[in-house]
């Protein structure tokens, strides 16, 4: 991990394993870190491992799928912090449901939360961007090949790929713009669809194990570094060589 000091970064999803973990390797790097997320007792009990001072962290009780929370998220991250470096949009469900029997509300859940926190958040942090800034999208597998009952998932994930690629336009020289999808990485997320078909999944991973989500993290920091200063526009697929199956 490169030196970040003196950076902010910005994230949605914080409580989750990825999230937690992409928080806990930019603050071991320097960085400040504005942190959201809906379960909010969890986040703060996290954020004071991470500095019980609260002076490098923010826990904010973020409602990923409402526009005016995430504006008043980075209102809250830019009066702590001054400026944003680092946007990581990573909230995110992953309900299980045939696209047949999907009700309105279960479509546009995954939508709200998935697709639309990711633009409300992007949106409001792009006034506070300073010049070299980073934005990472975190899509999935499921976003290149799809997923069999999870189709609202997949297709906001495929939708991040378009939007990441439509950031690099629009940002210009002042931000890049990239993006990260996950294979089959262990966490709570995907405890239901391990124990249902863990072993096909292994089986068709060239690595032959699931994905850790700090394996997830490093790449989103790599993406943010000065490594990858003429990265943009690209997608890292972190699944162990299972998207090529």
């Known amino acids: 991990m490169t030196d970040f000091s003196?950076?902010?970064?910005?994230?949605?999803?914080?409580?989750?394993?990825?999230?937690?973990?992409?928080?806990?390797?930019?603050?071991?790097?320097?960085?400040?870190?504005?942190?959201?997320?809906?379960?909010?007792?969890?986040?703060?009990?996290?954020?004071?491992?991470?500095?019980?001072?609260?002076?490098t962290v923010l826990a904010f009780p973020l409602d990923a799928a409402s526009s005016q929370s995430n504006d008043d998220f980075v209102a809250a991250a830019v009066s702590q912090f001054g400026s944003l470096d680092f946007v990581v949009p990573a909230a995110g469900i992953y309900p299980e449901q045939g696209i047949a029997e999907m009700t309105n509300e279960q479509w546009s859940r995954v939508i709200s939360i998935n697709l639309d926190g990711v633009f409300y958040l992007i949106r409001a942090a792009i006034p506070h961007l300073n010049d070299d800034a980073a934005i990472v999208n975190i899509s999935s597998v499921a976003g290149h090949r799809g997923s069999n009952r999870h189709g609202h998932y997949a297709a906001t994930k495929g939708a991040l790929l378009a939007l990441t690629r439509s950031l690099t336009w629009e940002l210009?020289?002042?931000?890049?713009?990239?993006?990260?999808?996950?294979?089959?990485?262990?966490?709570?997320?995907?405890?239901?669809?391990?124990?249902?078909?863990?072993?096909?999944?292994?089986?068709?991973?060239?690595?032959?194990?699931?994905?850790q989500a700090s394996e997830v993290a490093s790449v989103v920091g790599f993406l943010c570094s000065p490594a990858a200063s003429f990265v943009n526009g690209e997608t890292i697929q972190v699944n162990g060589g299972l998207h090529q199956i």
Request: charged share 20%; with cysteine; proline share 2%.
């Open 6 to 55: 003196g950076k902010t970064l910005i994230l949605s999803g914080a409580n989750g394993a990825i999230g937690r973990e992409i928080a806990r390797q930019f603050h071991s790097a320097g960085a400040n870190v504005a942190l959201g997320d809906f379960a909010i007792d969890g986040l703060r009990d996290f954020a004071a491992e991470l500095d019980s001072s609260g002076a």
């Open 172 to 211: 210009g020289s002042k931000a890049r713009a990239n993006c990260v999808s996950p294979g089959i990485i262990e966490t709570s997320m995907t405890t239901d669809l391990v124990a249902a078909r863990g072993d096909v999944l292994i089986a068709a991973t060239p690595l032959g194990r699931l994905g």
